[in-house]
């Protein structure tokens, strides 16, 4: 199976804080990987490294590859344009921009590609389509559920048809059947797709329920 992430020797640190201590991982094409962890575990500041938000400090043998791309030694243009073709971001609070509709901001990343205007359109129609929000598109976030604005958060992610998802506690500001049918999107868009997701998360359920558990305790990888 192929690998898509392969980590060594991460490490971060704030002041005096050790954040990250020695963390080493693969993640296969198509698995579904929870981060689980107590609050200010490191969960967080691994994902954020693992997406290209953040850079982890120089150590001895460090080394991160993303589909056989090596990220530690790309220009800051050449990472932007890495993350937006192959990664997607999904946040507990959606970060969907208020003045545009939902399918505006599902186009955005497809914009930020240099995609065509009739294209993204057509791509960003399929994903509301998918997704049950047809009725949805021209709506904007405030006239939005609070499941339906993180559904347009992952169809936005989807835009670019990306190899990675990130998700930072997706479901953490849903009621719990809604966020039980955010997660089994995930797992049904795995099943078609063979997306990979990436996923920090309290939810005993999702964890449970994913491929694998990467658990932090105090910056290290335990288990």
């Known amino acids: 199976m ?12 704030l002041g005096d804080v050790k954040i990250l201590k ?16 107590p609050s200010g575990a490191g969960k967080t500041s691994l994902l954020q490294i693992l997406g290209t ?31 937006n073709q192959e990664l997607g971001f999904i946040f ?27 294209d993204a359109e057509k791509r960003a129609t399929s994903l509301i389509d998918q997704f049950g929000l047809s009725g949805r598109s ?4 405030a ?8 559904r347009v958060a992952v169809a936005r992610a989807l835009m670019n048809n990306p190899s990675i998802i ?5 479901s953490g500001n849903l009621d719990s059947e809604t966020a039980d049918q955010l997660h089994q999107l ?25 491929d694998r558990k990467i658990e932090l305790i105090d910056g290290k990888i335990v288990r």
């Open 92 to 118: 507990q609070f959606h970060e969907l921009l208020p003045e545009f509709n939902a399918l505006e901001n599902i186009m955005i990343p497809a914009f930020i590609k240099g995609t065509s205007i009739k």
């Open 2 to 13: 192929k690998k898509l992430i392969v980590a060594r020797n991460i490490h971060k640190q």
């Open 186 to 210: 995930f797992f049904d868009l795995r099943h078609q797709y063979g997306h990979t997701f990436v996923i920090v998360t309290h939810n005993k359920e999702l964890a449970e329920k994913a």
């Open 143 to 150: 006239e939005l559920s609070g499941g339906e604005q993180q």
């Open 138 to 141: 021209s709506h904007k976030p």
């Open 166 to 170: 990130f998700a930072d506690e997706p």
């Open 22 to 37: 020695n963390i080493d991982l693969e993640i296969n094409a198509g698995e579904i990987i929870a981060i689980v962890g």
């Open 53 to 83: 938000l953040s850079s982890p400090d120089k150590a001895p043998d460090l080394s991160l590859e993303i589909n056989d791309t090596d990220i530690l030694n790309l220009t800051e243009n050449e990472l932007s344009d890495f993350r």
